[in-house]
Every structure is written in structure tokens, then in C-alpha cells.
């Protein structure tokens, strides 16, 4: 699915389900005292991330995680990881012509009672307000803040609020995140799409 999000060039690999790949000795130090779900998802991250390097004719390498837990690339290569209940994907593409990516995946279904508040900017929850039926505007919100984090914090190296990036999606599957404070970018675009039961969003930021 996040394919139809991606345009050419940007490497991917996805999966509905658990897979299973040999770790890199930092790898397995990375996650040596994971619970047995959190080590699943790893493991068929990393499974991901393999593929997606492949498809860019690179060798499997070490994906660690590094400053607040972003995964670390090889030199010369960008990428994003995500997961979520049924559902891991991994993006990579090749720098300079692009500067970073952001995915996320988030199941297609309503916040948790009170979190809007926490994730939102006045001027967000009055268009979701007036966004059209169908969609849970409120979740696909979420997921492209998230994916503005992670296409954000490659570049600033630092960390990005809900509140310090203001967001707009239209139901033709884009959207556009304004940043509210000092930095490498002022802006991001991206795509979002539903289905089988989930929000996936998708940036990449390429240089001008």
C-alpha cells in the first residue's frame, strides 16, 4: 500500500505480519531486554528495512537506534520505519536529491478520548470539525504529525511538539504541515491514504 504514496525513486518494503531476519550484533544490543512484542516488531522492521535497501542495490546493514530512538541509516541513505497492529513498512532513498522521509502507520479508527487536545492546534481542530464524514480526520492527524517528526528530526536534530507544527489535510489524500519554529524547513507536504483498516502518511522532502 504506502507505494501508492511514495514517487519513484523511493525505495520500500511492507508487511501485514511478523517476519523474521538475522540482527547485527548492535541490533541485538539494541534490543537485548525488548518484550517478545516489541522484539517483533525490531526484527520485522529491520526485515523491512533489509528489502527496502536491497531495492536501492545496497547491502544489508545495521539499522540502530539512535538519539530518541530514529533509526540510523547507512552514509549516503534516508529512511523511516513504521509499525502498528497488523502492519511494519520501511522507506529508504539515497541523499542529496532527497533530505529525509516520514511514514507512519496508525490503525483507522477514533483518538482515544482526550488526546486530540494534546495533538492539535486550535486552527487543526477547526477544520477537523468541519472535515467530511468518512474519515477519521482526528487519527489521520495524528499520523501526519508523526510523520512530520520523523522527516523533522534528521534535519534539526531536535525535538519537534505536536503543538510546534500546524496541519491541514483535504480529502484528495495530501496535506500540509506548517512548522512554528526556527529551523532547517518551514514547511512539509505529504500524502495520506486508508485502507484495510488503516491511516498510512508519507513525506518526502527533496531538495530544491
Request: charged share 25%; net charge negative.
Given at each position: 500500500m504506502?507505494?501508492?504514496?511514495l514517487?519513484?525513486?523511493?525505495?520500500w518494503?511492507?508487511t501485514?505480519?511478523?517476519e523474521?531476519?538475522?540482527?547485527?550484533p548492535a541490533?541485538e544490543?539494541a534490543?537485548?531486554r525488548a518484550?517478545?512484542?516489541?522484539?517483533r516488531?525490531?526484527?520485522?522492521?529491520?526485515?523491512c528495512?533489509?528489502?527496502?535497501?536491497?531495492?536501492?542495490?545496497?547491502p544489508?546493514?545495521?539499522?540502530?537506534?539512535?538519539?530518541?530512538?530514529?533509526?540510523?541509516?547507512?552514509?549516503?541513505?534516508?529512511?523511516?520505519?513504521?509499525?502498528?497492529?497488523?502492519?511494519?513498512?520501511?522507506?529508504?532513498?539515497?541523499?542529496?536529491a532527497?533530505r529525509?522521509v516520514g511514514?507512519?502507520?496508525?490503525?483507522?479508527?477514533?483518538l482515544?478520548?482526550?488526546?486530540?487536545?494534546?495533538?492539535s492546534?486550535p486552527?487543526?481542530?477547526?477544520?477537523?470539525a468541519?472535515?467530511?464524514?468518512?474519515?477519521?480526520?482526528d487519527?489521520?492527524?495524528?499520523?501526519?504529525k508523526?510523520?512530520?517528526?520523523k522527516?523533522?528530526?534528521?534535519?534539526a536534530?531536535r525535538?519537534?511538539?505536536?503543538e510546534?507544527?500546524?496541519?491541514t489535510?483535504?480529502?484528495?489524500?495530501?496535506?500540509?504541515a506548517?512548522?512554528?519554529?526556527?529551523?532547517p524547513?518551514t514547511?512539509?507536504?505529504?500524502r495520506?491514504?486508508?485502507?484495510?483498516?488503516l491511516?498510512?502518511?508519507?513525506?518526502?522532502?527533496?531538495?530544491?
Amino acid at each position: 500500500m504506502i507505494e501508492r504514496l511514495l514517487p519513484p525513486g523511493i525505495a520500500w518494503a511492507e508487511t501485514f505480519g511478523d517476519e523474521d531476519c538475522a540482527l547485527f550484533p548492535a541490533e541485538e544490543a539494541a534490543i537485548a531486554r525488548a518484550v517478545d512484542k516489541r522484539r517483533r516488531e525490531f526484527v520485522t522492521a529491520r526485515w523491512c528495512a533489509r528489502r527496502a535497501l536491497a531495492t536501492l542495490g545496497l547491502p544489508p546493514s545495521p539499522i540502530v537506534p539512535g538519539e530518541r530512538g530514529a533509526p540510523g541509516w547507512p552514509p549516503g541513505v534516508v529512511g523511516a520505519i513504521t509499525h502498528c497492529p497488523g502492519y511494519r513498512a520501511a522507506v529508504a532513498a539515497r541523499t542529496p536529491a532527497v533530505r529525509s522521509v516520514g511514514v507512519d502507520a496508525e490503525l483507522h479508527e477514533p483518538l482515544p478520548d482526550g488526546v486530540l487536545d494534546l495533538v492539535s492546534v486550535p486552527e487543526e481542530r477547526a477544520w477537523l470539525a468541519a472535515a467530511p464524514a468518512g474519515t477519521h480526520w482526528d487519527r489521520l492527524l495524528f499520523s501526519a504529525k508523526e510523520s512530520v517528526y520523523k522527516a523533522w528530526f534528521p534535519l534539526a536534530r531536535r525535538w519537534l511538539g505536536f503543538e510546534e507544527a500546524r496541519l491541514t489535510a483535504l480529502p484528495d489524500g495530501t496535506f500540509h504541515a506548517d512548522l512554528l519554529v526556527d529551523g532547517p524547513v518551514t514547511a512539509f507536504s505529504g500524502r495520506w491514504l486508508t485502507a484495510d483498516g488503516l491511516i498510512l502518511t508519507a513525506i518526502v522532502h527533496t531538495r530544491a
